[in-house]
């Protein structure tokens, strides 16, 4: 058969609908692609060294930059280490309060006036706080360098704090948070935050309490920004169509004189907790209850975090093959998802199962979930699971990192976190290194069905009965 008369058939089959069994093959017996073995993966560095250059000042700012001028755009940025967690249970809000108004007016630039600025420009500025962080960036096209510089240092270095800006930021933190409350999946993650780490940072989420929002201002917004935002705390980063080099001048030039301070402390730790509690938050209008099952887990420094980050995914973080899954919702109909994780922070986060069911079977969903984790302990990964899941995260780790932004983004957040710069080189040998038993021992040692605390929002008037062989309950109201 000809090229041409091969190429006739292909598009006379591709409209008749005729099967990709029956497709010719050009150029003789070649396999289909999809026959093939997938090639194997190349442990090297995620970026090419000549590309990524860092520097750290005389004041202690660290600058990243990644050149990738294959489109002419670029993404700038400046992170600092510290966030919501260095802020007081009376201050819950402050770390999303500061980030806020910090993009609502700096320099000689008022809010309209920033907004308009950065909307001429086709331009995006976003300023967030997070437990761990709080970060300003800036990203349009490279031709707009110097104007989307100024604005960032100005957002870093100048906020306004203006007054009016106050009052309207205030107005919304509050309302956002009453909306919030009305979110049963909210409710849930909230109470348990609160029974979790009594006395806290981690016990309000990072907007705050409308108790405390309202009592916050100019002064402590701006207190805070001065404490947290000094140069030895943060990380310049930029990455996209640039000059390394001249960027790097400008900004020593820009950031040369930037008050120094002291790096504030991490925080409190949170507390620990043993002993199985349940909380129900009374909601007699739901026909469908939220459920949150966990307890304290691991620090984003655990040095066992590989182990135990494969563990759990088999437990209930690689979707509908999770063992957490193919129990709960395809043996027993009983929800649409439900999922596990270890929510790795500078300080000791969570380790949290999150589900929800028709009220008459929570009782049945809880039994379930902690007979999954207690099974994980005594019945640990199989070959056959460890070896899919090896495959999974070292297929979703190059997912994770197609983008130039995405991998400046990755290595950004070593730095902010303390880790090893190479982190990301040797993560895909570190997953295929592992073995049966780190993983076996990671379930032991990290999983805790008896110390369990259990939250779940619904009718309190059916669901205390359900929940009462499992542990004391204490009803709340939202």
């Given at each position: 058969m000809s090229r041409l008369h091969a190429l006739v058939s292909l598009l006379a089959s591709l409209a008749l609908g005729v099967g990709c069994s029956s497709l010719p093959h050009f150029g003789g017996s070649a396999p289909h692609a999809w026959d093939l073995a997938p090639p194997p993966v190349q442990d090297r560095p995620v970026v090419d060294a000549t590309r990524l250059h860092r520097r750290t000042l005389a004041n202690g700012l660290v600058v990243i930059i990644l050149e990738d001028r294959r489109l002419p755009r670029l993404d700038m940025g400046v992170m600092v280490r510290r966030g919501a967690a260095i802020v007081p249970a009376s201050e819950a809000g402050l770390a999303d309060f500061t980030a806020e108004l910090m993009g609502r007016g700096a320099g000689q630039r008022d809010a309209l006036e920033l907004a308009s600025a950065v909307d001429a420009l086709g331009a995006s500025l976003a300023v967030s706080a997070g437990w761990d962080t709080?970060?300003?960036?800036?990203?349009?096209?490279?031709?707009?360098?110097?104007?989307?510089?100024?604005?960032?240092?100005?957002?870093?270095?100048?906020?306004?704090?203006?007054?009016?800006?106050?009052?309207?930021?205030?107005?919304?933190?509050?309302?956002?948070?009453?909306?919030?409350?009305?979110?049963?999946?909210?409710?849930?993650?909230?109470?348990?935050?609160?029974?979790?780490?009594?006395?806290?940072?981690?016990?309000?989420?990072?907007?705050?309490?409308?108790?405390?929002?309202?009592?916050?201002?100019?002064?402590?917004?701006?207190?805070?920004?001065?404490?947290?935002?000094?140069?030895?705390?943060?990380?310049?980063?930029?990455?996209?169509?640039?000059?390394?080099?001249?960027?790097?001048?400008?900004?020593?030039?820009?950031?040369?004189?930037?008050?120094?301070?002291?790096?504030?402390?991490?925080?409190?730790?949170?507390?620990?907790?043993?002993?199985?509690?349940?909380?129900?938050?009374?909601?007699?209008?739901?026909g469908q209850a939220q459920i949150v099952?966990?307890?304290?887990?691991?620090?984003?420094?655990?040095?066992?975090?590989?182990?135990?980050?494969?563990?759990?995914?088999?437990?209930?973080?690689?979707?509908?093959?999770?063992?957490?899954?193919?129990?709960?919702?395809?043996?027993?109909?009983?929800?649409?998802?439900?999922?596990?994780?270890?929510?790795?922070?500078?300080?000791?986060?969570?380790?949290?199962?999150?589900?929800?069911?028709?009220?008459?079977?929570?009782?049945?969903?809880?039994?379930?979930?902690?007979?999954?984790?207690?099974?994980?302990?005594?019945?640990?990964?199989?070959?056959?699971?460890?070896?899919?899941?090896?495959?999974?995260?070292?297929?979703?780790?190059?997912?994770?990192?197609?983008?130039?932004s995405a991998v400046l983004s990755g290595l950004v957040e070593l730095d902010a976190q303390g880790l090893p710069a190479d982190s990301l080189d040797t993560y895909r040998g570190r997953i295929r290194a592992l073995q049966l038993e780190q993983t076996a021992a990671a379930a032991r040692d990290f999983v805790r069905p008896d110390d369990a605390l259990i939250v779940v929002v619904g009718p309190a008037e059916t669901l205390v009965p359900q929940l009462e062989p499992f542990g004391p309950v204490r009803v709340v109201q939202p």
């Amino acid at each position: 058969m000809s090229r041409l008369h091969a190429l006739v058939s292909l598009l006379a089959s591709l409209a008749l609908g005729v099967g990709c069994s029956s497709l010719p093959h050009f150029g003789g017996s070649a396999p289909h692609a999809w026959d093939l073995a997938p090639p194997p993966v190349q442990d090297r560095p995620v970026v090419d060294a000549t590309r990524l250059h860092r520097r750290t000042l005389a004041n202690g700012l660290v600058v990243i930059i990644l050149e990738d001028r294959r489109l002419p755009r670029l993404d700038m940025g400046v992170m600092v280490r510290r966030g919501a967690a260095i802020v007081p249970a009376s201050e819950a809000g402050l770390a999303d309060f500061t980030a806020e108004l910090m993009g609502r007016g700096a320099g000689q630039r008022d809010a309209l006036e920033l907004a308009s600025a950065v909307d001429a420009l086709g331009a995006s500025l976003a300023v967030s706080a997070g437990w761990d962080t709080m970060s300003a960036g800036v990203g349009g096209l490279s031709r707009d360098r110097e104007l989307l510089f100024e604005v960032l240092a100005d957002v870093v270095l100048r906020p306004r704090f203006d007054g009016d800006e106050v009052d309207r930021v205030r107005a919304e933190q509050l309302a956002a948070l009453e909306k919030a409350r009305e979110d049963p999946k909210t409710l849930a993650a909230w109470n348990f935050a609160a029974a979790l780490n009594p006395g806290h940072p981690y016990q309000w989420p990072t907007s705050g309490r409308p108790e405390t929002v309202e009592k916050l201002g100019a002064p402590q917004a701006r207190a805070f920004h001065q404490r947290v935002f000094v140069p030895a705390n943060a990380i310049f980063y930029a990455v996209g169509d640039l000059d390394p080099g001249a960027l790097m001048t400008q900004v020593e030039r820009a950031y040369a004189g930037w008050p120094s301070g002291p790096v504030p402390a991490p925080g409190p730790e949170p507390p620990d907790r043993t002993g199985r509690n349940i909380v129900v938050v009374d909601r007699p209008d739901l026909g469908q209850a939220q459920i949150v099952v966990g307890h304290p887990g691991i620090t984003r420094l655990e040095p066992r975090r590989i182990p135990i980050q494969v563990m759990n995914t088999v437990l209930g973080s690689a979707g509908f093959s999770s063992r957490l899954m193919s129990k709960i919702r395809a043996e027993e109909g009983l929800t649409y998802g439900v999922f596990s994780r270890f929510a790795g922070r500078r300080l000791r986060g969570p380790f949290v199962v999150g589900t929800f069911t028709r009220v008459p079977e929570v009782g049945r969903v809880i039994e379930l979930t902690l007979a999954e984790l207690e099974r994980i302990r005594s019945e640990p990964p199989s070959e056959q699971e460890l070896a899919a899941v090896k495959s999974l995260l070292v297929g979703r780790f190059a997912l994770g990192l197609e983008t130039s932004s995405a991998v400046l983004s990755g290595l950004v957040e070593l730095d902010a976190q303390g880790l090893p710069a190479d982190s990301l080189d040797t993560y895909r040998g570190r997953i295929r290194a592992l073995q049966l038993e780190q993983t076996a021992a990671a379930a032991r040692d990290f999983v805790r069905p008896d110390d369990a605390l259990i939250v779940v929002v619904g009718p309190a008037e059916t669901l205390v009965p359900q929940l009462e062989p499992f542990g004391p309950v204490r009803v709340v109201q939202p």
